[in-house]
Structure formats: structure tokens, C-alpha cells
């Protein structure tokens, strides 16, 4: 496979495309309460009061307590937020490992928990810091994909060893499987088809309507457990493939880019590669150790304990850096 460009969504500056408010979603438990304030408040910041906005949390189990704080940091911007009740015993029975706890699942169900009048939300894991203004994330055209998303910058494709004619990271930097979706083959998907990390995507919520994406994905997670890695991101891609968007890998800087030794190990050409890791327009703090983590060395974590500054947690910034607490 040729290297081809990550960058099919330009910035778009001025007007939102849609009349309809900005919207935007994330989820998270108590546990990652605080970095899912981060993610709001820099939002709203990158948007900034020209735009109307509306903000929404799946509910994966958050105190009243961490509730209210996370209302009041986002109250300092003038945004309200809405809270949304999934059915967690729906989703009880299915895997997760390490950090990764049963909310990553909760962005499935978004379609059938947003109100009837939004059509299309930003999804943004609890993970991340935006930077760059989301108006032109939203300026986006997704009328007819499933989503816009970026392309994961560690395991890029579907089979990097049918995709490329050279070995990327992923290959050589463990024993496993460099296949994000192994039986791929099975569900009738090309290896050379891309695969997209699910932390950062513009949904269009009326196509997940009414092709009942949420029940499908569940399904589809239920009917080949033996083969999910990724959790949810399993299903989303199955779901949505050859009908998502690629977006410019600047809207979704995971930490992987971090652990590619140079870019001819990556599917990004040379100016990518350094664009994404030096230029993010959303910083995902994707991989352990988190930024709250002692020993984290993330090159961006400083801008997160910039953005705590404007929560209503900013009384726990020494202490977090300190890595005395290690709670989100």
C-alpha cells in the first residue's frame, strides 16, 4: 500500500455547517470524572461563546457529588449539562481489561440515549484535551457515513501485513496479533481496509438511528467475543466499514504516535508523521500510564493539568502532579 494522506477533513473556518447547536458527548464512571471535566471545559473553551452548545454525559456511574462539580466546571463557561441513563445491565456481561472499564461500551448506545432532535454529536472520550476549536470539527460533512473518525496511528489497517510492503510498529513491537479485527476475513472485510480509533468521531446519530447500530454492535460483540480486542471499537469498525470519514489525524493525537520510532514504521508520510505529533487539534491520552499517573512522561501531559486549573477540581492540581492521587 502506498502512504496515503490521513488528512481528508481541511479546517473549516466560519459557520457551522448546520443550523442545529454543536453538540457533544462524553461518558465516564467515577473514576474518570475529573479527566471527563477536562474534556468539557476544553472544549467549550475551543468553541467559545460565539456557538450554541450542548453538552452530554452517559452516566457509567458517577456520585451526585462528582456530578455537581462536574456541572459547576462547566458552569464557568456558561454551559449546562444534560445527563444520560443507559441501561448498564445491558452491557454487564460484556470483557474488559486493564484500565478500560464497562463506560468504554456506553458510546454505543448514544443514538437511543440523545434527545430525538440531534443528528449528529462529537464523541469525546473522557481522556482527552481539546485544543483546537471544534467548530470546524463540526463543519463536517458526515450526511452519508456512519461517522467521521481518525485512523489509529498503531494499528492502521485491518491487516498491515496485506496493507503494506514494509513492516510498521505494530509488527515488530510485540507478540500480538498485529489484527485489530482477526476474523476479518469471515465478516467478509479486506485487510487493506483502515481502522479507526473510536476515542474521537463526529457521529451522525440519525444514520445510527435508523440503521439500529447500538442493538447490531451488541450483537456483533456477543456473536464473535472469542475474536474482540478493543472492546467497542471491535463492533464500530466491523459496523461502520468502507462508510465512515477520514479525518485529519490531528483531531485524535493518541498516545501511540508516541511509542512509533520514526515514520517509515507508521502508515504516515514523513510530514504526517511530525504534523500529528508536534500540531494536535486533540491531545487523547489513550494509553497507561494517564496524566495523573506519577509516572507518566506524556510530552502533553501539562496541558491537562492546565485545563484541571479550570474545574471545579483545580484545589487537587499539586496533589495530582504530585501522583498522590492516582483517581481520575
Not at 453538540?23 to 461563546?49: H, M, P, Q
Not at 432532535?117 to 481522556?127: E, G, N
Not at 485487510?191 to 444514520?207: H, Q
Request: charged content about 20%.
Amino acid at each position: 500500500m502506498s502512504r496515503q494522506s490521513a488528512a481528508s477533513c481541511e479546517p473549516h473556518l466560519g459557520e457551522p455547517i448546520s443550523s442545529e447547536p454543536i453538540s457533544i458527548v462524553t461518558a465516564c464512571d467515577e473514576n474518570y470524572v475529573r479527566a471527563a471535566a477536562v474534556a468539557l471545559v476544553s472544549a467549550a473553551a475551543s468553541v467559545g461563546s460565539r456557538h450554541e452548545l450542548n453538552l452530554y454525559v452517559l452516566d457509567g456511574g458517577v456520585s451526585d457529588g462528582s456530578k455537581a462539580k462536574l456541572e459547576k466546571s462547566c458552569a464557568r463557561f456558561g454551559r449546562t449539562v444534560r445527563w444520560l441513563t443507559p441501561d448498564l445491565h445491558a452491557i454487564r456481561d460484556l470483557p474488559v481489561s486493564h484500565h478500560v472499564s464497562q463506560s468504554t461500551y456506553l458510546r454505543i448506545l448514544l443514538a437511543e440515549l440523545l434527545p430525538a432532535k440531534v443528528s449528529r454529536v462529537i464523541y469525546l472520550d473522557a481522556d482527552v484535551v481539546v485544543v483546537r476549536n471544534l467548530a470546524e470539527l463540526w463543519a463536517t460533512p458526515v450526511e452519508d457515513v456512519y461517522c467521521g473518525a481518525v485512523q489509529d496511528a498503531f494499528l492502521p489497517v485491518l491487516d498491515p501485513a496485506v496493507a503494506f510492503d514494509h513492516p510498521l510498529q505494530c509488527q515488530v513491537a510485540s507478540n500480538q496479533d498485529s489484527r485489530p479485527i482477526a476474523n476479518y476475513p469471515e465478516l467478509g472485510l479486506s485487510g487493506e481496509m483502515p481502522y479507526f480509533n473510536a476515542g474521537i468521531m463526529l457521529v451522525n446519530v440519525a444514520r445510527w438511528r435508523r440503521e439500529r447500530v447500538a442493538a447490531r454492535a451488541l450483537d456483533c460483540l456477543r456473536t464473535n467475543a472469542r475474536h474482540v480486542r478493543y472492546w467497542d471499537q471491535y463492533a464500530l469498525n466491523v459496523l461502520c466499514a468502507g462508510q465512515w470519514k477520514k479525518l485529519d489525524a490531528r483531531w485524535n493525537q493518541s498516545s501511540d504516535v508516541f511509542q512509533l520510532p520514526s515514520w517509515q514504521r507508521s502508515h504516515y508520510n514523513v510530514g504526517e508523521f511530525w504534523q500529528v505529533r508536534r500540531d494536535p487539534w486533540i491531545v487523547h491520552f489513550n494509553n497507561l500510564p494517564k496524566p495523573w499517573d506519577k509516572d507518566c512522561v506524556h510530552p502533553f501531559r501539562g496541558l491537562f493539568f492546565q485545563h484541571v486549573e479550570q474545574t471545579a477540581w483545580a484545589d487537587r492540581q499539586q496533589e495530582s502532579q504530585a501522583g498522590l492521587s492516582r483517581a481520575a
